[in-house]
């Protein structure tokens, strides 16, 4: 039984979270804050927990999809699954300081 390189694919997810960008604002869905939560079992299954700006967001069918495909066609990765809350709400307060600095909120 092989066993995954859970920090690896860790980071690599990280790297390619952090090019996606939400259209209407110029920072990665990372930094804004979107994503709440990464897991990965032991099979190199990943489940992404993530929202949007807004329960109405035009991007609310393609960004969940293109954070799939993205994260589903890392080396190692055996498949990815994303799901979509929005509780807690998302708000400003959930950028990096980064991203408000990108905005400048700072």
């Known amino acids: 039984m092989s066993t995954i390189d859970r920090t690896k694919i860790e980071k690599d997810i990280l790297t390619v979270i952090r090019t996606i960008y939400d259209p ?9 804050g979107l994503i709440y939560e990464i897991n990965v079992n032991d099979e ?30 890392i ?13 807690p709400p998302w708000d400003e307060d959930m950028l990096s300081d980064e991203a408000k600095l990108d905005l400048g909120f700072l």
């Open 24 to 32: 209407e604002i110029p920072v990665n869905i990372y930094d804004l």
């Open 44 to 73: 190199a299954d990943v489940h992404v927990l993530m929202t949007l700006t807004t329960p109405n967001c035009p991007v609310a069918e393609s960004l969940p999809l293109e954070v799939k495909q993205k994260v589903g066609d």
């Open 75 to 87: 080396d190692g990765v055996r498949s990815s699954e994303v799901e979509l809350t929005f509780e």
